[in-house]
């Protein structure tokens, strides 16, 4: 199981970028231990941790030496772009557009009160 410790040792952060992962892609909660998808998924959990932490190169908009400013993009979240991409690939794809959500059965009962004929 994928825990705030793993990722980061900022707990406070560590726990949000879980949060935000886990709304993004369910399914890393359901890792096992050690195995290659947990792997994947911590890894990308990594560098989202610390690109928030240390407000990497890719929030970097613009900036200049003379009178040395830094000016960062307008960005919604740091799972925007590649990361959610790569979390969600982790995870079996759900059903396709106008398909069922469960099974539903075959038989259709009420053809035994009045008989379908066509």
């Known amino acids: 199981m994928i825990t705030h410790d793993k990722i980061g040792t900022d707990e406070d952060l560590a726990r949000e970028v879980l949060i935000v992962a886990r709304d993004i892609a369910p399914c890393i909660s359901s890792f096992a231990d050690g195995s290659e998808g947990q792997k994947d998924a911590l890894a990308i959990l990594k560098r989202v941790y610390k690109d928030i932490a ?65």
């Open 54 to 118: 240390t407000r990497g190169s890719r929030f970097v908009k613009g900036q200049r030496i003379g009178a040395a400013s830094v000016e960062y993009a307008d960005i919604q979240s740091a799972f925007d772009g590649q990361p959610r991409r790569a979390l969600r690939s982790l995870c079996p794809a759900p059903s396709a557009a106008g398909s069922p959500r469960g099974s539903f059965p075959l038989e259709r009962p009420i053809a035994r009160i009045w008989p379908e004929r066509y």
